[in-house]
């Protein structure tokens, strides 16, 4: 059993019978009274984030998680089709338990699906993905004395900040884990 001095991020608890993922963690120890570990965690199936302080060494449950490579076959509004590329098995899953991982999914493209005793759970997007802006106003002259950036819609619809030189119809790597912009792809 981990405890409390064991926290990385990444981890999954299992909480009352619910799964959070800590996203974020610190150690604290205040001159005066006993060290804590102030966590902030997020509902794996619901999305929604909590914060919760533990005490230094108290036992927690971790929950291992089984991660598959999958690829995307194919999407409607509620469901995700998805492949193994071993044996060809496809499953579907709900747009619930892929969250937020659907503003960086295309077709054909890789995901890994995390599942507890065979049952998927969560769903992440690798970490850099190549997506086509689709839709960028034009950068103005003398704008860029700032370094500044412009809104870009991608071919998945999600809006990022992008500098002023990226136009219509280039290729972009965006990081998911944070949605920012990392550069142009040749």
Known sequence: MATSNDFRRGMV????????????FQHVNPGKGAA??????KDVVQGKVIE???????KVTEIRLERRAYQLLYHTDDTFTVMDPDTYEQI??????VGSAVDYLTDNCQIDVLSVSDKPIMVEAPNFVELLV?????????DTATGG?????LETGVIVQVPLFVKEGE????????????ERVK
Not at 36 to 41: A, D, E, N, Q, T
Not at 52 to 58: C, H, I, N, V
Not at 135 to 142: R, V, W, Y
Not at 171 to 182: A, E, P, S
Request: aromatic share 8%; proline share 4%.
């Open 171 to 182: 290729k972009i790597r965006v990081d998911t884990r944070t949605g920012q912009y990392m």
């Open 134 to 142: 689709t839709k960028s106003d034009p950068g103005l002259k003398g």
């Open 92 to 97: 579907d899953l709900s747009a619930d338990l």
């Open 149 to 153: 950036s412009k809104p870009a819609t």
């Open 36 to 41: 804590f570990v102030r966590s902030k965690m």
């Open 13 to 24: 608890l299992d909480i009352a019978g619910k799964f959070y993922q800590i996203t974020e």
């Open 52 to 58: 919760k302080t533990w005490r230094a060494g108290e």
